[in-house]
């Protein structure tokens, strides 16, 4: 089968251009793939980071002559070329991920055209249906693309839910879980990790217990609570918080919250992002993961997690609670309730956790495999 992904891809950076590597990967396998990748994702105005681009080789490199460098989401004669040149690949199947409507008009446009007169499908990979941080005409962007869409993958209930009430002609879909992130590297032991993250971050944890925040810094993500529970916690257990990515979101309120609290000595924050080869050093150093999210769909961070055998402690919101397993492979927790985090990482070390959720993540994290996935995919669109 020939396919074509339209996405993020290296040049460009983030968790869903090495989804969108990782799934070339695996497609790839028993397929003709290629990848027609973003030379400009957004327009700089709009892009809340500090570059869009790595500056650092990618973990999994995409072959120079399948990764297609081509499409500008915010320039209309681009699309039409783009789509052009796909229409001569000739493809069976196109493949997006879906997750802002932002580019609900490039993508409708480009499957528009290369399904004109030909028999190529159209799958979205839903991330999301809806963004978490809403704006105006979303739920119209987000309708029109469905429009030209012919199979749906969803990887959490909290998305497939979105997606009925979108997919009014119930075209066809298929919930399977995210897959694994297993390209940063194996991992290694905590004070091997430890020893690397002091002497090239700056970071000392040698020797301490350690809770990892890991990811984009943005509003929904909840930072704030896990900051505001360090106090309680650190009356119980000594303990190292590390915020660890890149800020989506204007940091120094953050910084000034945790100077207030007359917690900066347990918390270190590394705000920037953190290359493909340096991610296993992280999880590898913590004992487990905290996402106290106010809102989400699922989040790939926990498939990294679950990589490196880290359980997690998360709150129940979005489809989280799908995937952390309450009691097995972490603790869920009420969002918005720094209290309630805070009692869940003191019993996480009061009761020593940690060995029997790594030893279930084992076991568990078996259903999360690329093989898997993908033949899921196989029986949606029935190859």
């Given amino acids: 089968m020939k396919i074509v992904i339209v996405g993020t891809a290296y040049p460009m950076r983030g968790g869903i251009a090495q989804y969108n590597s990782l ?16 030379k400009k994702q957004y327009p700089e105005f709009l892009f809340p980071g500090k570059t869009q681009y790595e500056t650092s080789e990618p973990a999994y490199k995409i072959p120079e002559e399948k990764n297609i460098i081509a499409v500008n989401s915010v320039n209309p004669f681009n699309w039409f070329i783009c789509a052009q040149k796909i229409r ?23 499957i528009f055209l290369v399904k004109l007169f030909r028999k190529t499908n159209a799958l979205f990979i839903c991330d999301n249906v809806i ?14 693309v469905f429009t030209v869409v012919d199979f749906f993958i969803v990887q959490s209930r909290a998305v497939e839910n979105d997606l009925l009430r979108f ?15 297993n390209i940063f590297g194996e991992s290694t032991g905590k004070e091997e ?5 002091s002497n090239e971050f700056s970071v000392n944890t040698v020797g301490d217990k350690v809770i990892l925040f890991f990811g984009y810094i943005r509003k929904y993500k909840g930072l704030n609570y896990i900051i505001d529970a360090m106090p309680a916690i650190l009356k119980k257990i000594k303990v190292k918080l590390l ?20 917690i900066g000595e347990d918390v270190n924050i590394i705000s920037d992002f953190i290359p493909d080869d340096k991610v296993r050093y992280f999880f590898s150093a913590c ?27 998360a709150t129940n919101v979005g489809g989280l609670a799908e995937v952390v397993i309450n009691e097995r492979t972490g603790l869920i927790t009420e969002p918005e309730d720094s209290s309630a985090i805070a009692d869940a990482v003191i019993r996480f070390y009061e009761e020593n956790l940690e060995y029997s959720f790594v030893e279930n993540i084992k076991t568990e994290k078996a259903k999360y495999s690329w093989e898997t996935f993908t033949n899921n995919l196989y029986e949606l669109i029935k190859i």
Avoid at 88 to 110: G, H, Q, V
Avoid at 167 to 181: A, D, G, M, S, W
């Fill in 23 to 38: 799934l070339f990967k695996y497609l790839s396998h028993d397929n003709d793939v290629k990848i027609f990748s973003f």
């Fill in 167 to 181: 997919n009014k002609k119930k075209k066809p879909h298929i919930l399977t879980p995210h897959p694994l992130y």
């Fill in 131 to 144: 963004p978490h941080e809403k704006r105006f005409g979303d739920k119209f962007l987000t309708r029109l």
């Fill in 193 to 197: 990790a430890r020893e690397v993250l």
């Fill in 287 to 313: 004992d487990c993961l905290v996402l106290p999210y106010i809102d989400a769909t699922q989040s790939g961070i926990v498939q990294i997690s679950y990589f490196y055998d880290k359980p997690v402690i």
């Fill in 243 to 262: 915020i660890v990515g890149e800020f989506y979101d204007d940091e120094k309120p953050y910084r000034d919250r945790i100077q207030k609290l007359g």
């Fill in 88 to 110: 001569n690949e000739n493809p069976d199947l196109l493949i997006f991920k879906y997750w802002l409507p932002f580019f609900a008009p490039c993508f409708f446009t480009i």
